[in-house]
């Protein structure tokens, strides 16, 4: 058996900055979880949930080398402990501190594993982690796009975020394990596919889809393909850096999680172009794909939809990727959770936060005056329910089971093998 499965969901804490880095943006300042923490802890028990995605502002913790503030985190992770909700945590979403600059200092992956070593030690009973959040959207948004933080736009300064950003992610691990060896790692990342609209578009939607798994090859150590290691080479990757992947991974330790929304799949042009598709092949699909390349556990770790006028485009979504979770599961993929994202509403995310205009936009399970929103009323009822069939309690989280196909490939992947049982109630 796999640990009980995991409701969960998230409370927002994107920092990326924007406009030439002389902006924050702050989720949690803006969606006032500063001021309302608590009421958003009672929100989480009021919908009986166990497991909660949540981290501090590292701009705000991470304060200098070696240097923290706590304070916020202290309160905040204590009562949790009280409360008995199971922190998945979130140490880097989308942004740096200022004194660190950008993801193209290369400084970062060292300094981050510092911080990450820290949190450990402050917090020795926390187990569950997602050291840096969505590496393939946060180097494409930030160094491919030019949206956030560094603001670049191109081939290297992609390849040179990406590299820093999963080197972060790797060291993070080895220096929380070593602090606590039985730390879990559920990598939440955005699942993708770049559908081609005709023939002359098969091409540059072959390498999408080939670069969509970049960070997770790298961050689990899978050697990617002639055209990728050519792509990362060419664009300033060295060979060193390259095995550097392949020797340090921690993939027995890790959880695939996977990120889905509609917005997930692409229409490509023949010039390499792209835009939205809408929902095509759909998280049961695209995570089949994922699950098959990297054999590992998975968790579905977000998703979302903004009501609409008639407050049942989200509850109809809810059910749609919870019919998906469990199409996956009755397939034989272990998969170990489910995360609507975020608690609360979010705001700006219309401009993927790079407009700081203050539009609210109605995607959680409470609106920002922690009214319950029509799905947030469907999540808890569907918790309710089907805690009944599947097992919840997780109180004795261990490292994750490995299940027998991992095994059979174990040695071609280099993943050194965890058998361990996880007792549930």
């Known amino acids: 058996m796999f640990p009980g499965f995991m409701f969960a969901t998230g409370i927002e804490n994107s920092y990326p900055t924007i406009d030439g880095g002389r902006l924050r943006v702050d989720e949690m300042e803006k969606c006032r979880h500063y001021t309302l923490w608590k009421k958003d802890f009672d929100k989480v028990e009021e919908l009986g949930i166990e497991f909660l995605r949540y981290g501090p502002p590292i701009h705000r913790t991470w304060i200098g080398h070696m240097r923290y503030d706590w ?43 510092e911080y990450a070593k820290a949190f450990a030690e402050r917090f020795p009973w926390v187990q569950l982690y997602t050291p840096v959040n969505e590496m393939y959207v946060c180097a494409t948004f930030s160094a491919y796009y030019g949206w956030w933080n560094e603001a670049l736009t191109g081939d290297a300064a992609f390849v040179t975020a990406l590299k820093h950003i999963v080197k972060a992610n790797v060291l993070a691990m080895h220096a929380i394990l070593s602090v606590r060896p039985d730390a879990i790692f559920i990598q939440s990342e955005s699942s993708e596919y770049f559908h081609a609209e005709g023939p002359d578009a098969l091409h540059p939607a072959e390498l999408m889809n080939a670069r969509r798994f970049l960070s997770l090859d790298l961050n689990y150590g899978i ?39 509609i917005t997930n799949e692409h229409r490509v042009s023949p010039d390499g172009t792209t835009r939205p598709s809408g929902e095509i092949f759909g998280y049961e699909e695209i995570t089949t794909q994922y699950y098959d390349r990297y054999v590992l556990p998975v968790m579905h770790t977000e998703t979302n939809i903004r009501e609409g006028s008639t407050g049942e485009e989200a509850v109809n979504w809810l059910w749609k ?71 919840t309690e997780s109180r004795c989280l261990q490292v994750p089971v490995v299940p027998l196909k991992l095994e059979q490939h174990a040695a071609q992947s280099n993943g050194k093998v965890y058998r361990h049982r996880t007792r549930m109630s």
Not at 74 to 102: E, M, S
Request: charged share 25%; net charge negative.
């Open 71 to 113: 304070d916020f985190a202290d309160i905040t992770f204590q009562d949790l402990k009280r409360r008995g909700i199971i922190p998945i945590a979130d140490l880097c979403h989308f942004g740096v501190p200022d004194w660190i600059g950008n993801f193209q200092n290369p400084e970062f992956p060292d300094r981050f594993a």
């Open 223 to 261: 050697r990617v393909n002639s055209e990728m290691y050519e792509y990362l080479l060419d664009h300033g990757m060295t060979r060193e850096e390259y095995h550097f992947f392949l020797d340090n991974h921690l993939k027995h330790h890790c959880i695939m999680g996977n990120d889905y929304y």
């Open 321 to 391: 990727e919870w019919a998906n979770v469990l199409r996956v599961r009755n397939n034989g993929v272990p998969i170990v959770g489910f995360t609507w994202y975020s608690l609360t509403d979010q705001v700006d995310w219309d401009t993927a936060l790079r407009e700081n205009n203050g539009h609210v936009n109605p995607l959680g399970l409470y609106d920002l005056d922690r009214n319950p929103r029509n799905v947030g009323i469907a999540y808890r009822e569907l918790i309710k329910s089907w805690s009944e069939v599947l097992p």
